[in-house]
């Protein structure tokens, strides 16, 4: 117990305004409140920094691309229909489910062993999962798509597992906290579903 919380106490500066802003991102989100996204560019653009420096290459650029679409995530919530003051939930129906997942097991496939072979990447397997579920997890999060949720749930756990591994704990426990939040937001999303 001692040497885990030593290992709290010495993180960086970095993981704990990281782990703020996420949070801040993922309750906001929960919400439906478009400043979301300006906390989840903040939280990525220091997570690129982070994980770049912990051997997760994948993690770094996915972190990247967050922040891109923080921007696109802002712009689209922004767009609230007429009389409402967040944007509507929808839904998708198994067909695209099954898409992305057939894409998403191809990335993994073509990915996984080019990570291997010209990085030096801690788990290059799990790295491009993660990444392609998040990509489309944040997508279908900015377009308001309810099983964003579910996906999101399947990434925490996984990137907990591969940041407390890599000695990121500050970064493992924001994880941790989103799985947690995901909970809630699939809850609350269900509840205003169409």
């Not at 998708?92 to 898409?99: A, N, P, S």
């Not at 995901?182 to 809850?187: P, S």
Request: aromatic share 18%; proline share 3%; glycine share 4%.
């Amino acid at each position: 117990m001692q040497n885990w919380l030593d290992q709290i106490l010495a993180t960086h500066w970095a993981e704990h305004v990281a782990l703020l802003c996420g949070v801040s991102y993922a309750i906001l989100a929960v919400k439906r409140i478009r400043w979301a996204w300006v906390f989840g560019a903040a939280s990525s653009a220091l997570l690129v920094w982070l994980a770049a420096g912990a051997a997760l290459p994948l993690q770094a650029v996915l972190q990247a691309v967050y922040v891109v679409m923080a921007a696109y995530g802002f712009w689209h919530w922004s767009k609230v229909a007429p009389g409402e003051k967040v944007i509507a939930v929808t839904m998708w129906g198994w067909q695209r489910h099954l898409l992305a997942w057939v894409v998403v097991a191809a990335l993994v496939w073509f990915a996984a062993p080019l990570l291997q072979q010209y990085t030096t990447a801690a788990w290059p397997r799990l790295d491009v999962l993660v990444t392609g579920l998040s990509l489309l997890a944040t997508w279908m999060t900015a377009r308001a798509i309810l099983e964003n949720w579910l996906y999101w749930l399947v990434v925490d756990a996984v990137s907990f597992y591969m940041y407390s591994a890599q000695g990121l704990m500050f970064v493992a426990m924001l994880y941790a906290l989103y799985f947690i939040i995901a909970i809630f937001g699939l809850r609350s999303w269900w509840q205003q579903r169409p």
